[in-house]
Structures are given as structure tokens and as C-alpha cells.
Nanobody, 121 residues
Framework: QVQLVESGGGLVQAGGSLRLSCAAS????????MGWYRQVPGKQRELVAT???????NYADSVKGRFTISRDNAKNTVYLQMNSLKPEDTAVYYC???????????????WGQGTQVTVSS
């Protein structure tokens, strides 16, 4: 019904930058919110940043001031600009979207496949 395609992950040295993107496609009436989460093996998936349709943003304390989430509504795409990367940012990053279907009468939540971000020291 809805597919989230992520790109931009990779290997970067500490202090460097990466930009992740996530494009949503499928049967979409509107996107209520999009966000990024990350997960390290053995730990729970944690919120990194979210962006609502109204433009409100929310960040994990660990990334405030370093990461920026943005959204292109026309392209149904969300971005995560990651600056001043640290080794502890190493994780699999997942895109998430809350989507309205059928003229706003139904809703769903969707996940991307995940993209690996590795920060070396």
C-alpha cells in the first residue's frame, strides 16, 4: 500500500556529515508525520527525529543541534541531515511514516527497510 525507500547511509569519519532521504509512494491521501528512528543490535529502537504535517519537529536529546529533519511535501520525502557525527550515532536508521488513506477515513503506519550508518573514529 505504501512503500518507503531510504537512501544516503554509509560510512563516514567522526565529525563528518551524511544526509538520509526517505521517499514515500503508494496510495497516500496525506502524510500526517514522518520521522527517523535508529537501532543498535541488542537495544530498543529509539526515536531520532519527527516532522508533522504542520511543520512541528521533535528531536532526541542526543542529536539536538547536530541533526536536522526536513520534509518536501510535494515529493512525499523526508530528509535527515546529520552533522558532527559521532561513533555513538552508528546504527541502522529507519524511516517511519503515518499516512492517511481513503480521503482521510483510514490510517496506517509504515516503516522503511533501514539503512546502515557507520561512524568511525
Amino acid at each position: 500500500q505504501v512503500q518507503l525507500v531510504e537512501s544516503g547511509g554509509g560510512l563516514v569519519q567522526a565529525g563528518g556529515s551524511l544526509r538520509l532521504s526517505c521517499a514515500a509512494s503508494g496510495s497516500i491521501f496525506s502524510i500526517i508525520s514522518m520521522g527517523w528512528y535508529r537501532q543498535v543490535p541488542g537495544k530498543q529502537r529509539e526515536l531520532v527525529a519527527t516532522n508533522t504535517s504542520g511543520g512541528s519537529t521533535n528531536y532526541a536529546d542526543s542529536v539536538k543541534g547536530r541533526f536536522t529533519i526536513s520534509r518536501d511535501n510535494a515529493k512525499n520525502t523526508v530528509y535527515l541531515q546529520m552533522n558532527s557525527l559521532k561513533p555513538e550515532d552508528t546504527a541502522v536508521y529507519y524511516c517511519n511514516a503515518h499516512v492517511a488513506h481513503n480521503r482521510g477515513t483510514s490510517f496506517g503506519a509504515y516503516w522503511g527497510q533501514g539503512t546502515q550508518v557507520t561512524v568511525s573514529s
